[in-house]
């Protein structure tokens, strides 16, 4: 199949040969046609795949243009470096239509979004957050939305996201169509989306959470945080090949303590990206690493979704991430658009269950390779690895045992007095001895 066959426009066919794209992928010939009759489309295809052209061409086909600076076209993702790409991709393929792309997100200023959102969009691209406050403030003007787009669906509507999205839909006209594209799903995602769309056609191209072949997976099984810092300084010592790697931890503070401990030997070469870093530090963090200059970069899951940086050699996963699909999208950063990838794990005793469940939703085993000869293990934890002591969120207001035995400091001057209050009935036993009961008094008379 062609592009041909998909009966796209003359700008479209000439952005797409200025791209060198010649063939649509799976998903992208799989969903042309349901998108284009106005069907709700779910599509899941693994990372890599072509998922944002085969969202965007039938969009831009759909397109028709308009005078009015409101928007017919919504897309949501999850992260600020996804909304770039996004708006980057759109621009590519925009090239010969007259058509306007506006990116947004937070941490950035809102004033300089404004005037852009202001200044008219065909299509806005938005993390959830900043889309949000753009309509609030009536800035982003909705009511020509007829198409929203939900990359990366599954993450957009987990806990975190969806009070967000919630929100964004109330702005939205009623009559909209809806495409929602992820390489992984889960049920409780699907019933999600029944909110949304109560009719959508589920399109898979591989069934969720399937890695792509080209991805060679192994395993090591290193103990802790020193063993496993041992090993990936052995790596990157003896594998020249690893010239583009991607190493994965689960935490900031895990990333920052790995990044600390590595810099005496890799600094000119290493780099570190989190949430806690600045925006304009994390955009020129992914492109040093795109462009080369740094070997490797220690990332969180901030960049495991979408992020399509070319020819990514190595995914090593650092530490094992608690949920399967993470580790779906992690390796997704490797073996994209057909080229070759290795994704290398490095899994304590405490992550084999994570491991399992990962096997599990890939219906694969990652083999194990047994440690280099020279890998020193370590048995000293840092202290992240620590047990961490229990401390009750109220703990104020527990009444702790009083200290026995010797008074744990000196008492102030007014509390030393002892009580001296003589009540009144003991005075009168002083005064007059014994009190007498009522047959006594009788007696006596
Ligand atoms: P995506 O899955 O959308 O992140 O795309 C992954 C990569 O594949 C991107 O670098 C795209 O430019 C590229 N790509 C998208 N569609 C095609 C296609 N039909 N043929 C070759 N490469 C493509």
Known sequence: MTFQDLNLNRPLYSALEDLGIIEPTTIQHKVFSPIMAGKDVVGIAQTGTGKTYAYLLPT???WK??????????????TRELVAQVVEEVEKLTKYMTFQVVGVYGGTNIRTQKIAVSGGADVV???PGRLGDLMKDGVLKTKKINRLIIDEVDEMLNLGFRTQLREIIEFLPRRRQHLMFSATMTEEVEAVIHEFTLLFEKIEAAPSGAPLENIEQYAYEVPNFNSKANLLEILFRDHPEMSKVLVFASTKKMAD???ERLLPNFEEVMGLIHSSKS??????TVGKFDDGTYRFLIATDIIARGLDVSEVTHIINFDLPDVAEKYIHRIG???RAEKKGVAISFVSETEEAYKKEIEELMSLEIPVLSNPADLVLSDELIDLEKPVEFIPFNHHKIKTAKPTG???HEKKEKNKKTNNKIRRAEKMHLKY???QTRGQKKKKR
């Open 65 to 78: 243009f308009s005078n009015s600076p409101s928007p017919q076209i919504l897309i949501i993702v999850p």
């Open 333 to 335: 950063r490797t073996g």
């Open 433 to 435: 001895g014994k009190p």
């Open 257 to 259: 303590v790995l990044y």
């Open 406 to 408: 010797k008074a744990f």
């Open 279 to 284: 925006q304009n530090n994390r955009f020129d």
């Open 125 to 127: 691209v938005g993390t």
């Open 60 to 62: 831009l086909k759909l």
